[in-house]
C-alpha cells in the first residue's frame, strides 16, 4: 500500500511575543531552580505589563534527572505562575514548551500564557570534566537499555558518527566544518549571551580537544546554564501590553525514529522537514527562500548545519549574517533552555534590523543526539 500524502495544513491565528527575558548565562548557577525560573518570569511578564494573575497558562521545561529530584517541576511551578492555576512540565526542549502554551492560546483556551525553560544540571562538581561525564551518562540512559546502552551509545557519539559518515561519502571535509565552526564562534563572540567570548581560527578549532572522532570541543555546542521566559498573548490581548512587537504564525513539532531504523544516519534532516512542513502551512508560507529573512539554526555540529538548513528551504537564500547571526549553538547552548533562547534571538534581530519582517527559530533536544531526535520550528514575523 502507498504511504498516505501528508494532510493538508490549517492556517492559525498569530500568537503574539509579549515578553522576554533570561538569566545570565553561566558554565553552572550558583541559584536554585526555584529562583532561576522566578527572576525570568518575573522579568518577563513585567515588561509586557502584566501580572500573576494575567496568566491563564505555565508550561516549563525541564528534566528530573538533571535536576536532581523526582517531580522536580513541584519545586518552581509557583515561581513560574503556575500556583492555583493551570499549569504543566515538559521533559524536553524548551522550543516545545513554547508551542505547547502557543497552542493554548492559538485555541482560545487562554488570553496570556507563559513558557519557561530551566537548565542548571545538579552534578555537584565544578570540574569540567565531571560535567561532561554526568551529562554523557544522563544521555546513555535515554538510548535502548538491552542493545544501545551496554555499547556505551551518547549524543556526542551519534553526531561523531554522523559526522564521519558525512565525511566518509563525500559531501564535506574537517577543513570545512572547522571553519563553519570558526566562523559562527567569531560571529557570537561579542554578543551578550555568548559563553565563547574569543575570536577563533579554523586551525584553533581543528587543535581543541578531541571528544569524538571525528568532533573537536570547539565543533559542539558551547554549553551553559540558565533560563528563559517567554509569555505569549491572543491578538486582543497583545493590543493591551507594552514590550515586544512580534508574533508566532506558525509552529511544528516532529520526533526522529529508534536507532534500528537507520535514517538518523542516512536522512539526519527528516524530523525537522517534517516539522517545518507544519509550521511553514500554519504560516502560509509557500516559497522559504523568499519570504524568511533570518534564522537561528540550532546544528549541534557542522555536520548538520547544511542538511538543517536545507530540510528548512533556506539553503541558498540567506547569507551567512543572516543563519546564526548570535553565533547559534556553537556560542551559547543553555540544554534544555535552548529553544527559548532561539526564539528570544530571532526576536531581537526582527526588532533591530531594517526591512526583516520573517524569520526562524529552529530547535532540538540533543539528550540522544539524532537517536528519538526532537525539533521545533516556529515561524516569527515582525508584529
Given at each position: 500500500?502507498?504511504?498516505?500524502?501528508?494532510?493538508?495544513?490549517?492556517?492559525?491565528?498569530?500568537?503574539?511575543?509579549?515578553?522576554?527575558?533570561?538569566?545570565?548565562?553561566?558554565?553552572?548557577?550558583?541559584?536554585?531552580?526555584?529562583?532561576?525560573?522566578?527572576?525570568?518570569?518575573?522579568?518577563?511578564?513585567?515588561?509586557?505589563?502584566?501580572?500573576?494573575?494575567?496568566?491563564?497558562?505555565?508550561?516549563?521545561?525541564?528534566?528530573?534527572?538533571?535536576?536532581?529530584?523526582?517531580?522536580?517541576?513541584?519545586?518552581?511551578?509557583?515561581?513560574?505562575?503556575?500556583?492555583?492555576?493551570?499549569?504543566?512540565?515538559?521533559?524536553?526542549?524548551?522550543?516545545?514548551?513554547?508551542?505547547?502554551?502557543?497552542?493554548?492560546?492559538?485555541?482560545?483556551?487562554?488570553?496570556?500564557?507563559?513558557?519557561?525553560?530551566?537548565?542548571?544540571?545538579?552534578?555537584?562538581?565544578?570540574?569540567?570534566?565531571?560535567?561532561?561525564?554526568?551529562?554523557?551518562?544522563?544521555?546513555?540512559?535515554?538510548?535502548?537499555?538491552?542493545?544501545?546502552?551496554p555499547v556505551g551509545l551518547t549524543a556526542e557519539v551519534v553526531y561523531a558518527l554522523?559526522?564521519?559518515?558525512?565525511?566518509?561519502?563525500?559531501?564535506?571535509?574537517?577543513?570545512?566544518?572547522?571553519?563553519?565552526?570558526?566562523?559562527?564562534?567569531?560571529?557570537?563572540?561579542?554578543?551578550?549571551?555568548?559563553?565563547?567570548?574569543?575570536?577563533?581560527?579554523?586551525?584553533?578549532?581543528?587543535?581543541?580537544?578531541?571528544?569524538?572522532?571525528?568532533?573537536?570541543?570547539?565543533?559542539?555546542?558551547?554549553?551553559?546554564?540558565?533560563?528563559?521566559?517567554?509569555?505569549?498573548?491572543?491578538?486582543?490581548?497583545?493590543?493591551?501590553?507594552?514590550?515586544?512587537?512580534?508574533?508566532?504564525?506558525?509552529?511544528?513539532?516532529?520526533?526522529?525514529?529508534?536507532?534500528?531504523?537507520?535514517?538518523?544516519?542516512?536522512?539526519?534532516?527528516?524530523?525537522?522537514?517534517?516539522?517545518?512542513?507544519?509550521?511553514?502551512?500554519?504560516?502560509?508560507?509557500?516559497?522559504?527562500?523568499?519570504?524568511?529573512?533570518?534564522?537561528?539554526?540550532?546544528?549541534?555540529?557542522?555536520?548538520?548545519?547544511?542538511?538543517?538548513?536545507?530540510?528548512?528551504?533556506?539553503?541558498?537564500?540567506?547569507?551567512?549574517?543572516?543563519?546564526?547571526?548570535?553565533?547559534?549553538?556553537?556560542?551559547?547552548?543553555?540544554?534544555?533552555?535552548?529553544?527559548?533562547?532561539?526564539?528570544?534571538?530571532?526576536?531581537?534581530?526582527?526588532?533591530?534590523?531594517?526591512?526583516?519582517?520573517?524569520?526562524?527559530?529552529?530547535?532540538?533536544?540533543?539528550?540522544?543526539?539524532?537517536?528519538?531526535?526532537?525539533?521545533?520550528?516556529?515561524?516569527?514575523?515582525?508584529?
Amino acid at each position: 500500500m502507498p504511504p498516505r500524502p501528508p494532510r493538508p495544513v490549517r492556517r492559525m491565528a498569530p500568537v503574539h511575543v509579549v515578553g522576554l527575558a533570561a538569566t545570565p548565562f553561566l558554565p553552572e548557577q550558583d541559584a536554585m531552580l526555584d529562583e532561576l525560573v522566578f527572576d525570568v518570569t518575573y522579568a518577563a511578564l513585567r515588561e509586557c505589563g502584566l501580572r500573576k494573575q494575567d496568566l491563564g497558562l505555565s508550561v516549563m521545561a525541564s528534566l528530573d534527572v538533571l535536576d536532581g529530584r523526582s517531580i522536580s517541576s513541584g519545586l518552581y511551578t509557583a515561581a513560574a505562575g503556575g500556583y492555583l492555576n493551570d499549569a504543566f512540565r515538559i521533559e524536553g526542549d524548551s522550543g516545545l514548551a513554547v508551542i505547547a502554551a502557543a497552542e493554548a492560546v492559538a485555541a482560545g483556551d487562554v488570553e496570556v500564557a507563559v513558557a519557561v525553560g530551566v537548565y542548571n544540571p545538579e552534578v555537584r562538581s565544578a570540574d569540567r570534566e565531571a560535567r561532561r561525564s554526568f551529562l554523557a551518562q544522563v544521555s546513555n540512559l535515554g538510548f535502548e537499555p538491552h542493545f544501545d546502552r551496554p555499547v556505551g551509545l551518547t549524543a556526542e557519539v551519534v553526531y561523531a558518527l554522523h559526522a564521519a559518515h558525512t565525511l566518509e561519502s563525500g559531501g564535506e571535509d574537517l577543513d570545512a566544518f572547522a571553519r563553519l565552526a570558526a566562523e559562527e564562534i567569531t560571529r557570537g563572540s561579542e554578543r551578550p549571551r555568548s559563553v565563547r567570548t574569543a575570536p577563533v581560527t579554523a586551525q584553533e578549532v581543528l587543535a581543541s580537544e578531541q571528544v569524538a572522532a571525528p568532533l573537536r570541543e570547539l565543533m559542539l555546542p558551547a554549553h551553559s546554564t540558565g533560563a528563559v521566559a517567554v509569555v505569549l498573548a491572543s491578538p486582543a490581548r497583545a493590543g493591551r501590553c507594552l514590550g515586544r512587537s512580534a508574533r508566532i504564525t506558525g509552529f511544528g513539532h516532529a520526533t526522529g525514529g529508534y536507532t534500528w531504523d537507520g535514517r538518523w544516519l542516512s536522512d539526519p534532516a527528516a524530523p525537522t522537514r517534517r516539522a517545518t512542513r507544519i509550521a511553514y502551512g500554519q504560516a502560509g508560507i509557500s516559497a522559504a527562500a523568499e519570504q524568511v529573512g533570518l534564522v537561528e539554526l540550532t546544528a549541534p555540529t557542522p555536520a548538520l548545519h547544511a542538511p538543517y538548513l536545507g530540510a528548512l528551504g533556506l539553503a541558498a537564500s540567506l547569507g551567512d549574517k543572516d543563519v546564526n547571526a548570535s553565533g547559534g549553538a556553537r556560542s551559547n547552548f543553555p540544554g534544555l533552555a535552548n529553544g527559548a533562547l532561539r526564539l528570544l534571538e530571532v526576536v531581537e534581530q526582527l526588532e533591530s534590523r531594517a526591512g526583516a519582517s520573517t524569520a526562524v527559530a529552529h530547535s532540538v533536544d540533543t539528550g540522544t543526539g539524532l537517536v528519538s531526535e526532537d525539533v521545533s520550528v516556529l515561524v516569527v514575523e515582525a508584529a
